[in-house]
């Protein structure tokens, strides 16, 4: 067996002392579900029980395969971070389900389960015992880095408590609409409660006639429309000449010159201020009704993230990490660890009065 699999773990100098015999094996085979239709029973391949070590590159190794024969875009890195974090679950029960067409892979135990879930999202933070040393680095950097490289790529990382005990880690980059099964739409951000309250700018409501159907590609520029014909999440790169946009022309953006309306210079008490770029191209148009609720949020509550804004207000972890990403880049929020806080610049583009 290679070790050049866990090319950063190191098995000690010659004669040191090892584990004894059993002191960290499998007991329970690894159940792999592929669902390839939402309307039929998935197609189950089980890995069966080995040494510990062995395990770990058979169960990583077919989860990337059968993902990837679905067409999946998840690499084979983070795939690998979310298996050794089995390790912690002493292997009790581990069942992975591939859905999405391999774009989402859910990973789950029957072990103690992760009492805090964000501090577990959290650089160096760490359960791993000497015996896990053996085979896992055990420097609390592997969800963190998984989470980091799913929410980069639009996608997310959510940890939840399985039925009864043990836990639940799921990736996805599934766009919305894709994510399997279907999602009931959020209500309408007026009717949540909780709602944050103020002067939110108000979203000027296209023509019927001119107005892209939901889901459907929207006329601004996103950070995910950067190649000619297709993205990877299937919205055309470019608009033709002439696109209709039935939003205002003229709505103020910060750091734009240009632009009427500047947002006051005092800064907000307690929110960092812009560190991101201005973007690329002027902001002609307000955010979509989706990054409004999310800087509202990120504003009311402090900071924010995606699983949070799936649960508090319903859609995919994914698409509310596009939301957020797009805040980002647009110098409205700024990411913090694993969460995004709101700048200046957020906070004056809501209480902006209404033009």
């Known amino acids: 067996m290679a070790d050049s699999f866990y090319p950063f773990v190191e098995n000690g100098p010659e004669g040191a002392p090892q584990a004894p015999e059993g002191a960290m094996e499998v007991r329970s085979p690894a159940r792999v579900a592929v669902y390839d239709d939402a309307a039929a029973a998935p197609r189950v391949v089980v890995v069966e029980p080995s040494d510990v070590r062995t395990y770990l590159e058979e169960v990583t190794a077919t989860v990337n395969r059968l993902a990837k024969e679905q067409g999946g875009s998840i690499p084979f890195t983070v795939i690998r971070e979310c298996v050794e974090n089995l390790i912690h679950a002493y292997f009790t029960a581990p069942t992975v389900s591939i859905l999405d067409g391999g774009d989402t892979i859910r990973f789950s135990d029957q072990g103690p389960g992760i009492a805090d879930k964000r501090l577990a999202l959290e650089y160096g933070?760490?359960?791993a015992t000497e015996e896990m040393k053996r085979y896992i680095r055990g420097v609390g950097s592997g969800l963190p880095y998984a989470s980091q490289y799913m929410e980069d790529k639009g996608g997310s990382l959510t940890i939840e408590d399985n039925i009864q005990g043990g836990c639940v880690v799921t990736i996805s980059l599934a766009?919305?609409?894709?994510?399997w099964p279907a999602q009931a739409p959020a209500a309408p951000y007026a009717a949540q409660a909780g709602a944050p309250t103020g002067n939110p700018v108000p979203m000027t409501q296209p023509p019927a006639a001119a107005a892209p159907a939901y889901g459907a590609p929207q006329?601004?520029?996103?950070?995910y429309l950067a190649a000619p014909a297709t993205t990877a999440y299937g919205q055309p790169a470019a608009y033709p000449a002439g696109y209709p946009s039935a939003y205002p022309a003229a709505y103020p953006a910060p750091g734009v010159p240009?632009?009427?309306?500047a947002y006051p210079a005092a800064p907000t008490p307690g929110l960092p201020a812009q560190?991101?770029?201005a973007p690329a191209q002027p902001m002609s148009e307000p955010l979509n009704s989706r990054q409004l609720q999310a800087l509202?949020?990120?504003?009311?509550?402090?900071?924010?993230?995606?699983?949070e804004l799936a649960e508090l207000y319903g859609s995919s972890a994914p698409t509310w990490s596009r939301a957020l990403s797009w805040l980002a880049k647009a110098g409205f929020a700024v990411k913090q660890g694993q969460r995004y806080v709101p700048t200046q610049a957020g906070a004056a583009y809501l209480s902006a009065p209404q033009r």
């Open 175 to 179: 766009a919305e609409g894709d994510v």
């Open 296 to 307: 509202q949020h990120l504003v009311a509550a402090g900071s924010g993230g995606a699983s």
């Open 275 to 277: 560190t991101a770029p």
């Open 219 to 223: 006329p601004y520029g996103s950070p």
């Open 125 to 127: 933070t760490s359960s």
């Open 258 to 261: 240009g632009y009427p309306g």
